[in-house]
């Protein structure tokens, strides 16, 4: 049985395996949208993920551990470890007074910026605008974990990178378009991940009062 454990945003949970997922993990280090995650040693845990190579089958829920089975060679880049831990990360930041939100936010001037609105609404861009021309640093771009903190509403952590739909870019910020690679994709759902270094955006980390 191979150990190991994964934490994310300052929580962790264990990782069981009957197949060493080492060179899987190592892959995360090369994925944009997976660099926040961190895979250690085993250490005791509340919740645990269970990987089994064989046979597929679905992936099923029972008290703190999530049973995840499915042969190696298709596990890929094992993203699915991590979606299917979510649900017990996000627990364990609700036990701290914390919640994930689908959102972004900048800090400017020492205080936090929050963007909300549906998938298409113009988050990525605006964030973008406010990072480039006005200075603001980026918390976060698509998943921002906001909590309370002395009884305030605080942005505390967030995805470091910039996940930019073609059409938007086209349309907000065309000198970006050239970041594209040459694709028959539909422009509204042809994609990237993008870092904040490649952009020229700076990044905060730590807890940011949320006054807009």
Known sequence: MYQYTLSLDGESI???????????????????????????PSSDQEFTVRYTDTSF??????????????????????????????P??????????????????VEFGGRAILLLGKSGAGKTSLTLS???????????????KVGL??????????????????????RNIPDLL?????SEKDPWTHKIYCSPERLGVSTCEGEVLITK
Request: glycine fraction near 6%.
């Open 14 to 40: 264990g990782v069981r395996s009957n197949v060493d997922l080492g060179p899987i993990f190592a892959k995360w280090k090369g994925l944009l949208h997976l660099t926040g995650v961190r895979v250690g």
């Open 57 to 86: 089958e679905p992936v099923n829920y029972s008290d703190k551990t999530v049973q995840v089975t499915m042969p190696l060679e298709q596990l890929q880049s094992g993203e699915i470890l991590l979606y299917a831990a979510l």
């Open 88 to 105: 017990f990360l996000e627990v364990l930041h609700q036990r701290r007074q914390m919640v994930t939100m689908h959102a972004a936010a």
């Open 130 to 144: 406010l990072c480039r021309n006005h200075k603001a640093r980026l918390i976060g771009s698509d998943v921002v």
């Open 149 to 170: 903190v002395d009884s305030s509403v605080h942005a505390c952590a967030g995805s470091k990178y910039f996940f930019l739909r073609q059409e938007s870019i086209k």
């Open 178 to 182: 050239d970041l594209f690679p040459q």
